[in-house]
């Protein structure tokens, strides 16, 4: 069974800092999908990364994927209470038809 | 955005009850989903479909049961809940996109059975 970590899993700080979240697994996957999700709703799929070492950037969010395809971060900058929510990598064996494996997610709260 | 819907959004029920959760695509995807969510935990996947016809076991083992008679149509249903299928069912749906599969989420049903 694939896993994946998600760390950390809760992260509270104030209107404009920066932060990094991360996704871990010993497996390798084909791509790997970072999804936000508010309260009482369904995940809203942010980025895919499918190379070794790429590096996607969508506004103050910077997306990695590691290079050996294992794990991937997010770097929020200047952080806004809009951020606030749950995000959730999921990773992609191979395909993605069959499913994604999902992580636990890191639940974020900007404090304005 | 996407266009993907699922009803109803909540549902209280007692125990023993058959239910039918909706989920419904206008985007022609092939590829359908059902994912189970418990509060601050990850999605499993439960059900998947490929297309009309088909459908498939997720990961995690569950009693309920899935169709997919039309392509835009992948209902759910509960033939007798229980306290312990209390939960988020989320559909989701997905395309052949950049050599990927994309997918694309539904608002979820959340399901309390008493």
């Known amino acids: 069974t694939q896993l994946l970590e998600q760390s950390p899993q809760f992260l509270s700080i104030q209107e404009g800092e920066n932060l990094t979240v991360y996704c871990n697994s010993s497996?390798?996957?084909?791509?790997l999908q970072w999804y936000r999700q508010e309260p009482g709703e369904g995940p809203v799929l942010l980025v895919t990364?499918?190379?070794?070492?790429e590096v996607k950037k969508l506004k103050r969010l910077t997306f990695q994927f590691g290079d050996a395809r294992k794990d991937s971060s997010l770097h929020i900058t200047a952080a806004q209470p809009g951020d606030t929510g749950l995000y959730l990598c999921?990773?992609?064996?191979?395909?993605?038809?069959?499913?994604?494996?999902f992580g636990k997610g890191t639940h974020l709260i900007i404090q304005p | 955005e996407a266009d993907i819907y699922q009803t109803p959004r909540y549902l209280v029920i007692g125990t023993g009850k058959k239910i039918t959760l909706e989920c419904s695509q206008t985007m022609g995807h092939d590829k359908m989903y059902w994912y189970q969510q418990d509060p601050g935990m990850e999605l499993h996947l439960i059900h998947y479909s490929y297309g009309v016809n088909s459908t498939e076991k997720g990961d995690l083992s569950s009693e309920s049961t899935v169709s997919r008679i039309r392509t835009e149509h992948f209902p759910l249903t509960l033939e007798s809940a229980r306290p312990s299928h209390t939960s988020q069912y989320l559909c989701a749906s997905s395309e052949l996109g950049g050599g990927l599969y994309e997918q694309f989420f539904g608002p979820g049903t959340r399901l309390t059975v008493l």
């Open positions: 497996s390798v996957f084909s791509s």
């Open positions: 999921a990773g992609d064996s191979g395909g993605g038809a069959d499913g994604l494996t």
């Open positions: 990364v499918v190379t070794g070492g």
